[in-house]
């Protein structure tokens, strides 16, 4: 298995039925910065507090959701390690044809659960980064929900026992918590390549390649009210929160943005570390892991996805 030092997700590229809304969405509303737009008019995001040249993409598409996620690591030669690895797998490997200004070379693969995955080693630095020096919290004020980063996404498809195995014995990724069916067969998992309590998280799905929702760091349970006080304020399509959930701890807002992709804003979580017991839940106490306030599943959280 390849030693990884880092392994993040670090870009994601999304379909979105309205691109002008949803633009203004992201910089007005999530408070994310516009990047600029590639040759081929898709527009690139960064929040304040993140280094890299852009994290999220959206392209304008007849329907909304899911393009890739890629995830960064260590250095070029643990990424053709990881490419090897990943081949020996099982999975065909390729070179992402898309450009993405600023990024270096992307190896890419369909998971067994549908979705297209990359890995790359090296991306530029931002124009606006966060300061080094001495450094200040941010340099201008955050607007709008103030996101600090893309933090993780829930991917909904088939086999995602498989999917674990993928992100446990080939990335060296761990999972933290994790809930299966009585008759043993994986239902849903959190897996983190660091010390956050969760990086992506799949849950089994008949329908491939759909995704349940793109997360966004906030600093805090504040931040959360301030954000579910703008989404009162821009009549924004609110789905769930604010609350708290049990399973990884954080706190939490769902909303739709405007072309119909489920977005969180999410706070706190506890610290993952690979060696502590996993936490376990059981399918009859889903909901309340997922809304510890509430008690129970509210279903348009499970039957909604992009
Ligand atoms: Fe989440």
């Not at 890419?108 to 297209?116: A, I």
């Not at 955050?142 to 498809?157: E, I, S, T, V």
């Not at 929702?213 to 703008?230: P, Q, S, V």
Request: glycine letters at 8%; a negative charge.
């Amino acid at each position: 298995m390849a030693i990884t030092k880092t392994i993040r997700p670090g870009l994601i590229q999304m379909r979105v039925t309205n691109l002008e809304e949803s633009v203004a969405f992201y910089r007005d509303v999530l408070g994310l910065d516009v990047v600029g737009k590639t040759s081929d008019g898709r527009v690139m995001f960064k929040t304040f507090d993140e280094f890299d040249h852009h994290s999220v993409v959206l392209r304008a598409a007849p329907e909304s959701g899911f393009d890739y996620v890629a995830f960064k690591v260590t250095d070029a030669e643990t990424l053709e390690e990881l490419k090897a690895a990943t081949e020996a797998f099982g999975y065909p490997v390729d070179i992402a044809s898309d450009e993405q200004p600023g990024y270096g070379k992307r190896y890419g693969f369909t998971l067994c659960t549908g979705h297209r995955i990359e890995l790359y080693a090296e991306v530029d630095m931002a124009e606006n980064i966060p300061m080094l020096l001495n450094p200040d919290p941010w340099i201008d004020p955050p607007r709008g929900m103030k996101a600090q980063r893309f933090d993780h996404l829930l991917l909904y498809g088939p086999n995602i026992g498989e999917a674990v195995r993928y992100f446990t014995e080939v990335l060296g990724m761990f999972y933290p918590e994790y809930c299966n069916t009585p008759d043993g067969k994986p239902f849903a998992y959190w897996l983190t390549g660091g010390n956050k309590a969760h990086d992506i998280a799949f849950v089994e799905y008949e329908k491939p390649n759909t995704i349940h929702h793109h997360a966004f760091y906030l600093e805090d349970w504040n931040a959360i009210g301030h954000a579910a006080d703008l989404i009162g304020k821009h009549r924004v399509k609110r789905d769930v929160g604010p609350t708290r959930h049990a399973i990884t701890r954080g706190q939490t807002i769902y909303f739709f943005e405007p072309s119909g992709n489920r977005i969180e804003t999410y706070a706190g979580g506890y610290a993952a570390y690979p060696d502590n017991p996993k936490r376990q839940w059981t399918v009859d106490e889903i909901g309340r892991g997922l809304f510890y306030y509430e008690g129970e599943l509210i279903p348009s959280f499970l039957e909604v996805v992009t």
